[in-house]
């Protein structure tokens, strides 16, 4: 109900009416078209002095608001960069709670789109349209600027962030609150053939890419006479057994079963999975009766776990372990972490394990006006000590209502407050019937627990329409045989980590 659009409206008109004490009053902007700005896009400037703005940072009485609205006729901007769970919490939370012309929002991401990362396993396993795991941004916010590009770099005397634009042109956008929450990208290593020949797990570009690849690898081994070719193309190895890994590695190896019916020529024990990693066991970051339960569900589907191992050199037609062993594999997928934006880099503050400093009330320390969130920084979590949250898409969903509620409050709306978590639990979707999840510290596997996670990914998608179109999918799935057509929306060429997630973009 505190999300109601009619109770933000009612919101609103009652600020405008105790500002003015009587009704709502026009609000005169002037508007300026920002330096080396793309074509047709124009954005608001500030009137005021910087230091002005600073000043306001944690401000939240009423004369904060006297000041705010005697700023002449400009208007701060809050500028938030990406629009990820963390980001679009942010822009949400400040659409519905501050006065329509308290200040101007404006997003920079290189899609119009959240990504719903959680189920991107299923969407390689064909169980899920990819469009239904892309929330539209236009469709949830109304009134924001959204600036397609990539956030490149920060002059944070100048208050400015330099976009490069899909077209590849670069602009600058001025702002007198800065939220990053760019999200992160895939982490790798220094490892020999991985940056040519690993495949990755971050976007749908590479959930599509790896459904397509299986399928060719599958339609390879299917034509070849050779039996050491086709246990080749039939052998898949998967890097990492967290989240990622665990559910990509389970429900790939029940597509591929599936799709076997139509490849006649290939049994099923020339099919292999291979799940490793140098944990010593399956879902390290979870409790344990979770990673015990996703390991049972793996050796049932007949996944090969190799723990306590991890991959030494990667060619084109084979995988070197740790442990000497060469796996002749023509597929490998990277799944063994993330590491913050390379924008992080650009902000030149402290950091830790990559990720940027924040108090708990996700300030930047030294750097008035700017915020950071989600997996890029490192929120202290204070119902743990202060220990830095995680990077999981249940603390990105509340630290973007938590650090709306602050940025507004810097404006002079509210109360600034420290970031808090209590987990709820966490869930493993691992295709089928089968998953394992702890909601509440309520331990459950099987068909329960697969309820549960389907429950609460619905819940989480915060979208209607695609709530829809993704328990449609799930219902289809059921019923009707898998489709194993490839799709051929990117080139092999461009498949690599670094091409898909575009990190040659950002300064070194």
């Given amino acids: 109900m505190r999300n109601s659009p009619t109770v933000a409206r009612l919101i609103r008109q009652a600020e405008r009416w105790r500002q003015t004490g009587s009704g709502p009053t026009a609000a005169t902007t002037a508007r300026t078209t920002d330096t080396n700005a793309a074509p047709a896009e124009t954005t608001t400037a500030t009137a005021s002095p910087r230091e002005a703005a600073s000043s306001r940072e944690v401000t939240t009485s009423r004369e904060a608001r006297s000041a705010l609205a005697g700023r002449g006729s400009g208007r701060p901007r809050v500028v938030v960069v990406g629009s990820g769970y963390a980001g679009l919490g942010v822009l ?26 959680s189920l991107l396993p299923q969407v390689a396993a064909g169980d899920i349209e990819p ?26 005397r100048g208050r400015t962030v330099t976009v490069l634009s899909r077209a590849g ?42 459904r397509d690849h299986v399928l060719r690898q599958l339609a390879y081994a299917d034509a070849s006479a050779q039996e050491a070719e086709r246990r080749a193309r039939c052998t898949f190895v998967v890097v990492g057994a967290g989240y990622t890994g665990t559910e990509l590695a389970a429900q790939m190896r029940r597509f591929t079963v599936k799709a076997l019916e139509q490849f006649p020529r290939l049994r099923v024990d020339e099919v292999r999975w291979l799940l490793v990693d140098l944990a010593d066991r399956v879902l390290p970051e979870l409790d344990e009766h979770l990673g015990d339960g996703a390991s049972k569900v793996l050796r049932e589907r007949g996944v090969e776990v190799q723990l306590s191992t991890s991959v030494r050199e990667v060619r084109p037609d084979a995988v070197t372990l740790t442990t000497g062993e060469v796996v002749p594999a023509h597929t490998l997928v990277w799944c063994a972490g993330v590491t913050p934006n390379p924008l992080v880099r650009a902000l030149g503050t402290e950091t830790v394990r990559g990720r940027i400093v924040v108090d708990d ?21 204070t119902t743990r000590g202060g220990v830095p949250a995680g990077q999981t898409a249940q603390n990105a969903v509340r630290q973007g209502t938590a650090a709306g509620r602050n940025i507004a409050a810097s404006l002079g709306f509210g109360e600034m407050r420290p970031y808090q978590h209590r987990d709820l639990g966490f869930v493993v979707d691992l295709g089928g019937a089968d998953a394992v999840a702890n909601p509440l510290g309520l331990n459950l596997s099987g068909l329960p627990a697969a ?15 695609n709530r ?41």
């Fill in 131 to 156: 469009r239904h795991l892309a929330v539209s941004v236009r469709g949830t916010l109304r009134r924001t600027v959204s600036h397609l590009g990539h956030a490149t770099e920060i002059d944070t």
């Fill in 361 to 381: 009330q996700f300030r930047v320390p030294g750097l008035p006006g700017v915020f950071a969130l989600g997996d890029a920084a490192a929120v202290p979590d």
């Fill in 468 to 508: 829809a179109y993704v328990a449609a999918d799930w219902l289809l799935s059921a019923l009707l045989k898998p489709r194993t057509v490839q799709l051929g929306f990117l080139p092999p060429p461009q498949a690599t980590i670094a091409e898909v997630e575009q990190t040659e973009l950002y300064p070194s």
């Fill in 92 to 117: 949400r939370y400040l659409e519905a709670r501050l006065p329509a012309g308290a200040a101007e929002l404006a997003v920079v991401s290189p899609v119009d789109h959240l990504l719903y990362t």
């Fill in 169 to 210: 042109t670069p602009f600058t956008l001025g702002w007198d609150r800065l939220v990053l929450a760019p999200g992160a990208h895939t982490r790798t290593f220094d490892i020999p053939g991985l940056a040519e020949h690993g495949l990755g797990m971050k976007n749908l570009a590479e959930a599509v890419y790896l």
């Fill in 451 to 465: 309820a549960v996670t389907r429950g609460y990914h619905l819940m989480a998608l915060r979208s209607a329409t």
